[in-house]
């Protein structure tokens, strides 16, 4: 164990209420892998159980298709977590993890992890603050699925990239523009889709490119493409 | 307090770990309320953060589309509860929540419930655990609507409510015959759907109704349709 693995757990924001003795404790009991970008870290169908610390890095969490396409459930970037459920119930994995960046991940075993959270209630607290979102996200998603049609779940996820970039006079700017993949495997849709109803956005006046930002010009008009028809 | 809504803690699950006195304190701090078949108990909208504990009774999770089709989250039965996501992170309900039948709710305020996890460490991990439940059931249903198509989904319906009552001629009954509604807003799909997909599928002799049962006569045919698409 490295001084420097001691340190790197302070990252960890699930980890802050915890004394640097008792991250230190954690860290000796973990193992420590290093990954490079594209790398697989979690295979869905594998029978390991431990929660995961993205130490440094950034991962994404999928499933894959039949016919390949992927389907992405969550970004998670260095001081973050993964791979809680599996650690918690004992359960399979649920979706497959991959490095998006060269990555270092600090495996927790299942009986440590619940070790932690059933003798920190505040780390537990966290953990189910952090599931509370998690489900809150998936309810949304369900709903989008089950009500718009392709063209507004791209529409909702472009308001939703939007948001933190809204500026006083109704625009927003998406920096770097965003991946027409990136979008197809959160929305459930084809880049195709993706493309095409960028290119009639963009037709329309309602988006413009400029050099790496996308520039969304009237964000109430597109929430309220998206609201019309979620019924909000 | 009564004698008998002490007693009717000891059926509620999440508090197996707690003694006698301790549920006596939290039920002391519930508001109690009864409810009619088909009266809502939370509004989506409201603003109450309350944990509810279903005392007597069944209630349904559900949300509406803008056209009023209702899409169904989960059922919960006397002894679980619902609505401890806001209780967890004070944030809105995600969703709405209608009594099924004659219902008793014992509601527990925010800061309580947040206090009982936070010293019980076992409520805390049994909260964890179905919230992990409800998680992988959520990732289900978003890989299923992403990928499969509405017939597929009410295929997969009928394999997960006939599983428990598979026998080892391959056959399996449903019994009662569910409502074509329930499992129309189960896989976000409409009445007429379903109704269509079960008559193709007795047309093709897969099922068979007699009286008040579902017979599926074919049940590893049926997961085969199913997982041909989903590619399991």
Same mark, same amino acid.
């Given at each position: 164990?490295?001084e420097?693995q001691i340190?790197?757990?302070?990252?960890i924001?699930?980890?802050a209420s915890l004394?640097?003795e008792?991250?230190?404790t954690i860290v @000796?009991q973990c193992?420590?892998?290093?990954y490079?970008e594209?790398e697989?870290? =979690?295979?869905?169908?594998?029978?390991t159980?431990?929660?995961?610390?993205?130490v440094?890095?950034?991962?994404?969490?999928?499933?894959?298709?039949?016919?390949?396409?992927?389907i992405?459930?969550?970004d998670?970037?260095?001081?973050?977590?993964m791979?809680?459920?599996s650690a918690l119930?004992g359960? @399979? %994995? !649920?979706?497959?993890?991959i490095?998006?960046?060269?990555?270092l991940?600090a495996?927790?075993?299942?009986?440590?992890?619940q070790? =932690?959270?059933?003798?920190?209630? %505040?780390?537990a607290?966290?953990?189910?603050?952090?599931?509370?979102?998690?489900?809150r996200?998936?309810?949304g998603?369900?709903?989008?699925?089950?009500?718009?049609?392709?063209?507004? @779940?791209?529409?909702?996820e =472009?308001?939703?990239?939007?948001k933190?970039?809204l500026?006083?006079?109704n625009?927003?700017? =998406?920096?770097?523009?965003?991946?027409?993949?990136?979008?197809?495997s959160?929305? !459930?849709?084809t880049?195709e889709?993706v493309a095409?109803?960028?290119s009639d956005l963009?037709r329309?006046?309602?988006?413009?490119?400029?050099g790496?930002?996308?520039?969304?010009?009237?964000?109430?008009?597109?929430?309220?493409m998206?609201e019309?028809?979620r019924g909000e």
């Amino acid at each position: 164990m490295s001084e420097a693995q001691i340190a790197s757990l302070d990252q960890i924001d699930l980890f802050a209420s915890l004394t640097p003795e008792e991250r230190a404790t954690i860290v @000796r009991q973990c193992r420590w892998r290093r990954y490079k970008e594209d790398e697989q870290i =979690i295979d869905h169908l594998s029978d390991t159980r431990d929660a995961c610390l993205v130490v440094e890095g950034r991962v994404r969490v999928v499933m894959f298709s039949m016919s390949g396409r992927e389907i992405s459930f969550d970004d998670v970037s260095a001081g973050g977590y993964m791979g809680e459920l599996s650690a918690l119930d004992g359960g @399979r %994995r !649920s979706a497959t993890v991959i490095a998006l960046t060269d990555t270092l991940i600090a495996f927790v075993p299942p009986r440590l992890f619940q070790e =932690i959270v059933t003798t920190h209630p %505040r780390v537990a607290l966290i953990v189910m603050q952090r599931m509370a979102a998690v489900i809150r996200n998936a309810t949304g998603r369900i709903m989008d699925l089950s009500t718009l049609g392709a063209n507004n @779940r791209v529409h909702a996820e =472009i308001v939703r990239l939007a948001k933190p970039g809204l500026r006083p006079d109704n625009t927003a700017e =998406i920096t770097p523009i965003p991946v027409h993949g990136d979008i197809a495997s959160r929305v !459930s849709t084809t880049r195709e889709t993706v493309a095409r109803v960028l290119s009639d956005l963009a037709r329309s006046g309602l988006v413009e490119r400029r050099g790496h930002t996308l520039v969304v010009k009237d964000y109430t008009r597109l929430v309220d493409m998206v609201e019309e028809v979620r019924g909000e």
